[in-house]
Structure formats: C-alpha cells, structure tokens
C-alpha cells in the first residue's frame, strides 16, 4: 500500500494551495481518508476526513469554511483544497487511509492504518 501526497509549497496568507494524495495497493472506495498536519514542535493533528462515498466530510475547527476535502474513488485520488491560508497553517501535511473508522476515532490518528510521507506547506505573512 502506498500513498504519495503532493502539492505542497509556499505561500503567502490569503493564498490557496490543493494538495493530492493518490493511493496504489488498496480498495480505496472501502477506506475512509483523512488529512493530518504536524506543525514544528507540535503534535500531529486531523485537519479533514472524508468517508469512503465522499458522502460524510469533517474537518477541524481550525480549517472549517476554508478547507475542502475531496475525493475521486475511480482515481484513486484524495484533495484538500486551502483557501484563505494563514501562518498557522504551515505544517508537514500528510493523507492516511482506515478501514472501519467509526465517528468516535475519525479524528485520530489510531484510526488510520496507512499514511503517506507528508508535503511541507509553508505559509508567511
């Protein structure tokens, strides 16, 4: 199973930025996906998940009204479209992919089987 992320880069705040993840080696319609986001000296957190229809989407406080989580199961391809990005968004971001994520853990790491190695987003004011 791998999942490859991309997209990630330099921007200034109140730019946008997709990034794409695109998964090889799994059923990707079965698997809920999410995107997670390390910032520098701080712990990994869910930024925005997206249930294996594309029917269920769910983000992070943090992100709600600027992020959207997307996904084409034919292509086996996930997106997070950021818009209105601010300094605090710069982080490390990564796609993960679990199996039987219930509503309870969606938002954790546990939840997650697969991960792929991350894209740097880098925001300055």
């Known amino acids: 199973v791998q999942l490859q992320a991309s997209g990630g880069g330099s921007g200034q705040v109140g730019d946008s930025l997709r990034l794409s993840c695109v998964a090889s080696g799994l059923t990707f319609s079965a698997y809920t996906i999410a995107w997670f986001r390390q910032a520098p000296g701080q712990e990994r957190e869910f930024v925005a998940g997206?249930?294996?229809?594309?029917?269920?989407?769910y983000y992070a406080d943090s992100v709600k009204g600027r992020f959207t989580v997307s996904r084409d199961n034919a292509e086996n391809t996930l997106a997070l479209l950021m818009n209105s990005l601010r300094p605090e968004d710069t982080a490390v971001y990564y796609c993960?992919?679990?199996?039987?994520?219930?509503?309870?853990?969606?938002?954790?790491?546990?939840?997650?089987?697969?991960w792929g190695q991350g894209t740097l987003v880098t925001v300055s004011s």
């Open positions: 997206i249930r294996s229809s594309g029917g269920h989407r």
């Open positions: 993960a992919a679990g199996r039987g994520v219930i509503l309870s853990s969606l938002r954790t790491e546990r939840a997650y089987t697969y």
